[in-house]
């Protein structure tokens, strides 16, 4: 692979890169896929709202993805891009093997790394019984006994969707001031507000053991909000400039993924950080469409010039 060259290099192998790699290998443009193999699903048991896949294994999906994508030609890598710069051609990808891939453009799909409140024991829940999004895993855990870490404001919106889900939903309020019009609706909802500070998790998957200040307090799933940080080291050294919001940082991107560097575009949720498996599988379709465009209009511009 030491000095491979291809139109496009993708950068992960989630839904997001395998749906951008298999649109530019259906218009015969060459791609490779470097991918180091940890996508952010793994831990959960199942991907939700896929049509026609309703339920699958998240990783069953990506092999199925990649075997479609393989398919059409398209080579992977597994490894990790570690350092990015451009050349006269397009750019350069060193990766962590030793190995380099030079492309002429770029799409990020890289996705983004969940950092979680730092309670004890969260991350040994995280993805089974401590949950982040009601429409992943909120059908699973309907009826029953929810709680809410509230350590954002986003966490109140959380407490309002599980609501839906279930009647017996509380908030532990921690470092957090909850807005009387907020309060209010809880109230009609009955919703509970336990202020304290949360100590730990504990217990066992759909029996966990919340520690508010020293008192156990059972409920069977845990909501919580992540802070989402991309996956965005290369991009940043091609000089980009990530942007930011309430509950993390992304890739600023354009009309179907473009980004402020020239040659470079952005799917899934590296750029979206909300996207879900269907969602971030359209961006990087749409990603690929208009890679493949400026690529043809790069072509057509040389043969011109050639003339």
């Not at 029953?144 to 966490?155: E, M, N």
Request: glycine share 14%; aromatic share 4%; hydrophobic share 45%.
């Amino acid at each position: 692979m030491s000095g491979s060259t291809c139109d496009v290099v993708v950068l992960g192998a989630g839904a997001a890169g395998l749906s951008g790699a298999t649109a530019l290998a259906r218009s015969r443009r060459s791609v490779v896929v470097v991918d180091g193999g940890d996508p952010r699903n793994a831990v959960s048991g199942h991907a939700h709202n896929v049509l026609g896949r309703e339920g699958i294994g998240p990783l069953d999906l990506l092999a199925q993805g990649r075997r479609e994508a393989q398919g059409y030609g398209v080579r992977f890598v597994e490894d990790r891009a570690v350092l990015a710069r451009r050349d006269e051609w397009g750019f350069v990808l060193e990766l962590l093997g030793g190995a380099t891939v030079r492309a002429r453009r770029l799409l990020l799909a890289t996705g983004l790394t969940d950092e979680l409140p730092d309670v004890p024991g969260l991350r040994r829940f995280w993805g089974r019984s401590v949950l982040h999004c009601a429409y992943c895993h909120g059908w699973e855990v309907r009826g029953q006994r929810i709680g809410v870490l509230g350590t954002r404001p986003a966490s109140l919106h959380q407490a309002l969707v599980f609501r839906q889900l279930s009647e017996d939903v509380t908030v532990f309020v921690q470092d957090l001031e909850v807005p009387a019009g907020t309060a209010e609706q809880f109230d009609v909802l009955g919703v509970r507000l336990l202020p304290g500070t949360v100590r730990g998790v504990s217990g066992e998957d759909g029996n966990l053991r919340v520690d508010l200040d020293g008192t156990q307090i059972g409920v069977q799933a845990l909501v919580v909000t992540p802070y989402h940080r991309a996956r965005a080291e290369l991009f940043a050294q091609l000089g980009g400039e990530l942007a930011t919001n309430p509950v993390g940082e992304f890739v600023p991107t354009q009309q179907a993924g473009a980004t402020e560097v020239p040659g470079v575009w952005a799917a899934g949720n590296v750029t979206d950080l909300g996207a879900m498996v269907q969602g971030s599988s359209a961006a990087g379709v749409l990603a690929g469409m208009r890679i493949n465009h400026d690529l043809v209009l790069e072509d057509v511009a040389k043969l011109l010039a050639a003339r």
